[in-house]
């Protein structure tokens, strides 16, 4: 386990280095002059020049590249252009809302996933099962962003329980925070749930076809001891899996989610440096969510393994 | 609902976005460029069946049109993921083991790490907003895709005896892989391609709606849905309209999908995806 931890681990930082240059050389390169790029076709020289010099675009590419990657390992990330704080700052203010929101929606689409899958496959062919599939055969169809504005339509304008968007912040307390990030949570997490119920059902479905389940039943045990006891561990392992690929589909769709509701979260934030062309800001905030996709992926892979010892082999 | 009466099901959902997005390019209800500010708002029925959206454009027409942007981006997208993916992993699968595999399974996984939004963003952040940047992020996300999909069906073939036959016939691993491989991960490949095409509309509307696809004045569906949100406590059916479009286009390729699946190949039928 420990030698394929450690392989894991020097592709890890292999796939980060690789991402690390592919940003760079997309923000850094692409536009020729980033400063003259972020400034626009009207700035003065002068500010053009002073902006390279802040930027610190005078040394040559590998001396910046190296500037750029040991300050995010340090925590320094630069400084925003348009707003002239620290781009660190900016991301963790901004994390305290897409962190709790993406762990929510998880969560939500978690449990309802795991149990509907299972009710269908243990009723398999029967009407739950049927209505199941129907539903997440929809649930897949529908994106999350216009589930979104149905949430509010329904909840929000008609019925007033909740409000159409913004975030009161925490400091307004844990309740109203909570408040405010459900229906984005909602709007991320069902059609996350219609897959995973979908997954979890074909692999218990799967499970309950081996032999150590028609065994365990000749022993005397009830399907739902069955299940219970050796189905759904086994069963689990491809959830997993999924749990992890769908991750980054989670934060893609948390960056729009949180453009339906207005929330200051990541996604509004990158929104905001596009428009406003604050390079700084795309680099470090893109580095940082294909650090989050690479490192979920990981930790699935050695998750994975953990489980199942023959994955350890290759 | 079985195999057939999916692909079936399928097949008219989708075929009827097809024949409107094809029909539109020579006839629509309405001119969708020219606004008509007296028309604005019209609820559904008289000359305009659906009504009318904020500029007075006729909502049968805008929805035409979108459901044209939105199948030509996501059919370029497959196809550029086709075009790269499929040489690569059928390259992987005839090195298999050696460097060429593990280079191309590694810039897999790297391209990998890049949600489809992710490329855009980076895109759009220096070249501008476009449909060609959505094109060009959901090309680029489908080629790892189609590398995987390729690369683990050859890898099944190259042990099989015709192809053992093949090369002792004397043929070369390229010639082995385009003249036995390919045909044989075909159906493979177009179940994979309906699936990345239904994919391909959901990531184009979701590009679109947060400004990094198709820019005014093209309608696209994502587009429409962002503008109709500020109006959605008056007129909820201009929010409506574009996100059914939407659902029924991705439902019905993704049954035509499930349903081609089965019809292909018995041996690929799973419960779910």
């Not at chain 2, 994979?192 to 990531?203: E, R, W």
């Amino acid at each position: 386990m420990l030698r394929y931890a450690l392989s894991r681990l020097v592709s890890l930082a292999l796939s980060l280095l690789a991402a690390s240059v592919v940003i760079f050389a997309v923000i850094e390169v692409i536009p020729g002059d980033p400063a003259a790029y972020m400034l626009g076709l009207n700035a003065a020289p002068e500010t053009v020049a002073a902006l390279r010099e802040e930027l610190g675009l005078t040394g040559s590419l590998w001396a910046r590249y190296l500037d750029w990657v040991s300050g995010m390992l340090t925590g320094d990330f630069g400084l925003s252009y348009t707003y002239r704080v620290p781009v660190a700052d900016l991301v963790v203010q901004r994390l305290g809302v897409s962190l709790p929101l993406a762990g929510y929606a998880l969560a939500l689409s978690t449990a309802i996933a795991l149990p509907v899958g299972l009710w269908a496959a243990a009723r398999r062919g029967g009407p739950v099962d049927l209505a199941v599939m129907g539903a997440t055969q929809l649930g897949i169809a529908v994106p999350n962003f216009w589930f979104a504005m149905l949430l509010v339509l329904v909840f929000a304008v008609k019925l007033g329980w909740f409000s159409a968007g913004g975030f009161p912040g925490w400091e307004g307390g844990f309740l109203a925070g909570i408040k405010a990030l459900t229906l984005p949570a909602v709007a991320l997490a069902l059609p996350q749930a219609a897959i995973l119920a979908r997954v979890m059902r074909s692999a218990l479905i799967e499970t309950l076809g081996q032999d150590y389940i028609r065994s365990a039943r000749a022993k005397g045990l009830t399907q739902g001891q069955a299940i219970r006891r050796h189905a759904l561990r086994n069963a689990l392992i491809p959830v997993l899996t999924i749990l992890g690929l769908q991750f980054s589909f989670l934060l893609a769709g948390a960056i729009i989610i949180e453009n339906v509701f207005f929330l200051p979260g990541l996604g509004r934030l990158i929104f905001q440096a596009i428009t406003q062309r604050d390079l700084i800001v795309v680099e470090s905030v893109v580095m940082l969510l294909v650090f989050a996709v690479i490192v979920v992926t990981f930790v699935v892979d050695l998750a994975y393994a953990a489980v199942d010892p023959r994955l350890r082999r290759r | 609902m079985s195999g057939r009466a999916q692909l079936i099901v399928g097949g008219v959902l989708s075929g009827l976005f097809l024949l409107a997005a094809a029909v539109s390019l020579v006839w629509m209800p309405h001119d969708v460029a020219a606004l008509n500010i007296a028309d604005r708002l019209r609820p559904p029925g008289g000359p305009y069946p659906l009504g009318t959206d904020q500029f007075g454009r006729d909502m049968l027409s805008m929805l035409m049109v979108g459901a044209r942007s939105s199948i030509a981006v996501a059919l370029v997208a497959v196809g550029i993921g086709m075009g790269m993916g499929v040489p690569l992993g059928l390259l992987a699968a005839a090195n298999r083991g050696g460097w060429l595999d593990e280079v191309v399974m590694r810039g897999n996984d790297l391209i990998f790490a890049f949600p489809a939004l992710v490329i855009a963003i980076l895109i759009t952040a220096v070249l501008g907003p476009s449909a060609v940047n959505a094109i060009l992020a959901i090309g680029i996300f489908n080629i790892p895709v189609f590398a995987r999909v390729t690369r683990g069906g050859a890898l099944s073939l190259w042990t099989l005896d015709y192809v053992l036959a093949a090369r002792v016939a004397g043929k070369g691993r390229a010639r082995i892989s385009v003249e036995h491989i390919l045909p044989n991960i075909a159906n493979l490949l177009i179940v994979q391609g309906t699936i990345q095409f239904s994919l391909g509309i959901l990531a184009e509307a979701g590009l679109s709606y947060v400004g990094l696809g198709a820019q005014p004045p093209t309608p696209s569906w994502g587009r429409m849905l962002a503008e109709a949100q500020t109006m959605i406590y008056t007129h909820p059916l201009l929010a409506v309209l574009p996100g059914l479009a939407i659902v029924l286009m991705v439902l019905g390729l993704n049954l035509m999908g499930d349903g081609l699946r089965d019809a292909l190949d018995p041996r690929l039928r799973r419960a779910a995806r």
